[in-house]
């Protein structure tokens, strides 16, 4: 009788169940923890395959030409799967720091010169989401030359020449048509509205009676400092001069179109883009999480020891930890937000197109 696909057949747990090798045994003597490192090691690299897996259908979406609006719809759900897995590898640190220091040296100079480095997958997340060799520290950049296999080392070069997601994601804010609309044009209007704000914050400083003259004296500074910053924004070439500094990496127009979103998020047709710039923000934020706590794990177990693979430990990890944020440009749009009140009144005929108005069957 014929009883179709069988479950361990499906899953191939043959193959799966039987990827434990432990080092140790080799060497004559178990250490008890060392199958748990392994298979959270190897759990981890089941979920930055599905990280990838969902990370390639986003970038085949955005690398068409003309982004329909209903696979946007698609984006946003396999960005937030990412999400969610992204949580899981964060808890399960708690589950391999179960092991203790003790228990983790009974194993680990069985397992040089390997290191997390080597893990070539984490290295694609991180190049498709648009954190490339020229964004790294030097010690990252260094170890891709001495700690990575000459075929790892070429499937990641042959990854860096395609356009990241973060390069996708530019390119598509950068079409955005709303800034300018026949007379209308937002970003003079919107300039006016900030030194609106902003003269209106100085006199308030100066009025406040419970301020000292250097207390009011500092404050104004800081509020001088906030004009200089607008002003930066405004004029492409001062823009672009700190984009050259590496204080931005977004274009001029990109980011532009990033606060124009993030303005007016609650229009009917911006919110979904609003959403995919939060989402993106989040899987940031989320995997500078995970280091932080693969950080601290890692001080945990080795103190003020070397990595396995060399490195200088915990300070190695802190250091890519502040530095390999693929997006930190959408965390730097706060610093440009007004207040809702303050906000340039757009034209009835944009706020239509934008609010998905329908009349007669017409829109």
Same mark, same amino acid.
């Not at 902003?198 to 001088?224: C, H, M, V, W, Y």
């Not at 103190?303 to 890519?320: F, Q, R, V």
């Given at each position: ?20 090798? $432990? *080092? ?14 392994? =298979? ?18 986003? =970038? ?8 329909? #609006? ?10 937030? +799967? ?6 899981? $590898?964060?808890?399960?640190? #708690? ?35 648009? =954190?490339? +060799?020229? !964004? ?21 070069? #042959?990854? *860096? ?11 598509? $804010?950068? @079409? ?15 300039? !006016? ?7 209106? #914050?100085?006199?308030?400083? +100066? ?7 250097? *207390? ?19 004029? @492409? ?53 995970? @280091? ?29 930890? +502040? ?6 440009? $959408? ?8 207040? @809702? ?23």
């Amino acid at each position: 009788m014929t009883i179709g696909i069988y479950y361990g057949d499906y899953l191939q747990l043959d193959k799966v169940l039987h990827a434990q090798e $432990l *080092e140790s045994e080799k060497n004559g003597k178990i250490a008890h923890d060392e199958m748990l490192f392994i =298979i959270t090691h190897q759990a981890y690299e089941l979920w930055f395959k599905q990280i990838l897996f969902e990370l390639a259908a986003v =970038i085949d979406v955005f690398s068409e030409p003309v982004i329909e #609006d209903k696979k946007m719809g698609q984006v946003i759900h396999q960005l937030s +799967r990412i999400k969610s897995i992204q949580r899981v $590898l964060i808890q399960q640190i #708690d589950i391999i720091e179960t092991m203790t220091p003790l228990d983790f040296m009974e194993f680990r100079d069985l397992l040089v010169p390997a290191s997390g480095f080597q893990s070539l997958q984490f290295k694609q997340i991180e190049i498709q989401l648009g =954190i490339k +060799r020229e !964004h790294r520290i030097n010690a990252d950049k260094e170890f891709f030359h001495s700690r990575l296999s000459l075929g790892d080392l070429k499937i990641l070069d #042959d990854l *860096e020449s395609q356009k990241s997601l973060f390069e996708l994601t530019d390119t598509w $804010l950068s @079409r955005m048509p709303f800034l300018e609309f026949h007379e209308f044009h937002f970003w003079k209007a919107y300039d !006016h509205a900030v030194n609106k704000m902003l003269d209106s #914050d100085a006199e308030i400083i +100066r009025g406040n009676p419970t301020l000292s003259d250097r *207390e009011k004296e500092f404050q104004l500074t800081g509020l001088e400092m906030s004009r200089t910053q607008f002003e930066s924004l405004l004029d @492409r070439d001062k823009f672009e001069s700190l984009r050259e500094k590496g204080e931005f990496r977004l274009s001029h127009n990109g980011f532009l179109a990033a606060l124009f979103i993030n303005l007016y998020r609650d229009e009917p047709m911006l919110y979904t883009p609003f959403r995919y710039l939060t989402l993106l923000l989040d899987i940031d934020e989320l995997f500078t999480n995970w @280091r932080q706590r693969h950080a601290m794990m890692v001080q945990r177990m080795l103190g003020a020891k070397i990595g396995t693979g060399g490195s200088s430990g915990h300070d190695y990890l802190n250091a890519t930890t +502040r530095q390999n944020r693929a997006f930190l440009d $959408l965390f730097k749009l706060s610093t440009f937000l007004i207040p @809702r009140e303050d906000l340039p009144v757009l034209p009835d005929e944009l706020r239509r197109g934008l609010g998905f108005f329908f009349h007669g069957g017409n829109r």
